[in-house]
């Protein structure tokens, strides 16, 4: 039998379970007739219509966490291009005959991405199992070791439930404590003279709102000078932030005092074999003189800063490039270059999570990058970190830190 023969119209309408077709902005393409049986929906009260439209969170249940883990799950479908099995939810789902009236329902649900030929994902396949009966264990239809089956089940769900708002509370905490923390340790945007730079901080997917990834701006001794970095060190929450803030402020101290980039980057290294948590930790870091119109720049396994010129020539500073950080056990001078600028220009340095993707080359990547700097360059700084992010990072998020730096020169 060939693919022309088969029916998967009949083949969708067959598979087991509750099964619906999302688009990514989680509206519901298509669901098998077993979605609406259990779901208790006629097909009109759910195709074309948003996923958490049509079953919505229970509101009198203040506890609740299953639309929240379910939206989690989809959005790192999205975001990954892999499929995600979730944990047994509890969904609570409205009676459609009776409008307030909430029914208690548990559900198994596992989600998977339909990828074009590009790799991006197109659909989501939204399979769920209701198990509601198991837990419930009532009736009395089932006794002995069945029954105390249903019985363990329906405990360990309760359990659940009540761990998932442990963590939910613990998370907010966490949370609170991260804002500070990335307030605390990261530059705002500034005005640098008559030069304006723009920065932006996007945690992966799932994160706290502070991870590994990290930006600065420090005026330099002599002239009209402006020292600008990124880094990125591996991990996400706290504990990468306590490393990140570690790394940042050696190499902003380090950047007053050196003659050059390599020379500040030279130190970092060093550094960076003391500190735990630190290991293949990646910088670059720019010398701006705007008396001279220079850029000297070096990079320690970072990818490459991108130069916008007024008449949209891009270049890519990658003349520099080292290994990381902590690379080798005796550092040795890393490499230095430099290359000249006009009024008008646009600099922009930032993280491995605005251009890499999985199951594509990072040259794609960073030809994106170049694509959306020129055509956006006669933008504020403002106005152009925005355009990019909104074209490059995907709609659910990235699955690594974010962070970018745009100064115009």
């Known amino acids: 039998m060939n693919d022309s023969a088969i029916d998967y119209a009949a083949v969708f309408q067959a598979l087991p379970g509750m099964v619906a077709l999302l688009t990514p902005g989680l509206v519901i393409a298509d669901v098998n007739e077993e979605f609406l049986r259990a779901a208790g929906r006629k097909r009109e009260q759910v195709v074309g219509r948003l996923l958490f439209d049509v079953f919505p969170e229970n509101p009198n249940d203040p506890a609740a966490t299953g639309m929240r883990n379910l939206k989690a799950s989809l959005q790192r479908v999205m975001a990954t291009g892999e499929r995600d099995a979730m944990a047994l939810q509890r969904y609570d789902v409205e009676d459609p005959e009776r409008p307030g009236h909430w029914q208690e329902r548990y559900w198994s649900p596992c989600n998977a991405p339909v990828l074009d030929p590009g790799g991006e994902v197109v659909l989501l396949v939204h399979r769920v199992e209701e198990v509601t009966e198991l837990i419930r264990a009532r009736g009395g239809r089932s006794t002995g070791r069945a029954q105390g089956l249903e019985a363990e089940l329906y405990s360990r769900a309760r359990e659940l439930q009540e761990l998932n708002e442990r963590l939910r509370r613990a998370h907010a905490r966490e949370r609170e404590v991260a804002l500070a923390l990335q307030e605390a340790m990261l ?159 646009t600099l922009a340095l930032y993280t491995d999570g605005l251009v890499e993707r999985r199951r594509e080359d990072i040259d794609t990547g960073l030809a994106r990058l170049a694509d959306s700097l020129r055509r956006h360059r006669a933008a504020d700084p403002e106005t152009l970190a925005d355009a990019v992010l909104l074209e490059l990072l995907p709609p659910g998020g990235a699955t690594d830190d974010t962070a970018l730096i745009i100064v115009r020169l």
């Open 187 to 345: 530059p705002a945007s500034r005005q640098v003279g008559n030069h304006r730079a723009a920065v932006r901080y996007r945690p992966a997917v799932g994160a706290l709102n502070v991870c590994g990834d990290w930006y600065d701006l420090v005026d330099l001794v002599g002239g009209h000078r402006l020292g600008v970095s990124v880094g990125d060190v591996v991990g996400h929450g706290l504990a990468a932030a306590g490393v990140m803030g570690q790394l940042r402020s050696a190499l902003s101290a380090t950047s007053r005092v050196a003659d050059g980039p390599a020379q500040a980057l030279d130190v970092l290294g060093r550094y960076a074999h003391v500190v735990d948590g630190a290991e293949s930790a990646t910088a670059v870091t720019t010398f701006i003189d705007f008396d001279r119109h220079t850029i000297t720049y070096s990079s320690a396994g970072h990818p490459p800063p991108v130069l916008v010129h007024p008449d949209g020539r891009v270049e890519f500073l990658d003349r520099a490039t080292d290994p990381p950080l902590d690379a080798r056990p005796d550092p040795i001078r890393r490499p230095e270059a430099g290359t000249a600028f006009t009024g008008g220009a």
